[in-house]
């Protein structure tokens, strides 16, 4: 999140604006180009505004909006081109021998901890924030619980992506190579994923990310609101 935190009224202005820029074209590619311009332009350590835009949309009660951007990534999910952004895994690196001279490039982002890095699609993202130690402090699981919902609500507008992200989801809960998803993380990818292709409501969707595994976080963690 960028500092000062934007107002309710900036979030609103934004969020119309990148509304009226996807309807402005009734062409799927370039409607895709829009949103990933957008992600682009706020660059990798902002997705958290991203998704509070996206957030502002799926909380309205304006449906021709929220169906607009569902099809965007449904467009996305079909090409397997998520406008994502990435979270880094702490300890993912290990430290350097002791006593053994360290260059100046061994003090780059990847020596803190930077790596694995890995797109992470909206969904993908907020469950990895919630359930693991990266460089922000922790989504709480009421905040979590909440805008995956509505995440979902939104998404489910479009019947393709509906039908494609349980999959990918279900797809990234059997990937455990990359090292980007703890076995908890899986775990509840895995259940996000079961629940939402079986068709249950965005609330027992989310519901049963919360329910899966051990408890929302480990004891001492800080966590905080999207």
């Known amino acids: 999140m960028i500092d000062p935190l934007p107002t309710p009224a900036a979030l609103r202005t934004a969020a119309d604006r990148l509304v009226s820029a996807l309807a402005a074209h009734s062409d799927a590619e370039y409607r895709l180009a829009v949103l990933k311009r957008l992600v682009r332009r706020l660059g990798e350590e902002q997705y958290p505004l991203f998704l509070r835009l996206v957030g502002v949309v799926a909380e309205s009660d304006d449906e021709r909006a929220q169906r607009i951007l569902a099809e965007t990534f449904g467009t996305a999910l079909r090409r397997m081109d ?7 895994s702490w300890g993912a690196t290990s430290l350097p021998d002791p006593g053994a001279p360290v260059a100046a490039s061994a003090l780059s982002g990847h020596f803190f901890g930077a790596t694995p890095r890995r797109m992470l699609g909206p969904v993908e993202y907020l469950t990895v924030w919630h359930l693991q130690r990266t460089q922000r402090t922790a989504l709480s699981a009421d905040t979590f619980r909440g805008s ?9 507008r479009s019947d393709e992506a509906r039908a ?9 809960a059997q990937n455990e190579l990359e090292g980007a998803y703890t076995r908890a993380t899986r775990e509840r990818l895995a259940a996000i994923a079961a629940a939402w292709a079986a ?3 965005p609330d027992k969707v989310a519901e049963a990310a919360i329910d899966s595994g051990a408890s929302a976080n480990p004891h001492g963690w800080v966590v905080r609101d999207l």
């Open 164 to 172: 494609l992200y349980p999959q990918k989801l279900a797809a990234d």
């Open 82 to 88: 998520l406008p994502g952004g990435a979270l880094s």
């Open 148 to 156: 995956l919902a509505r995440m979902i609500a939104m998404l489910n």
């Open 199 to 201: 068709g249950e409501p």
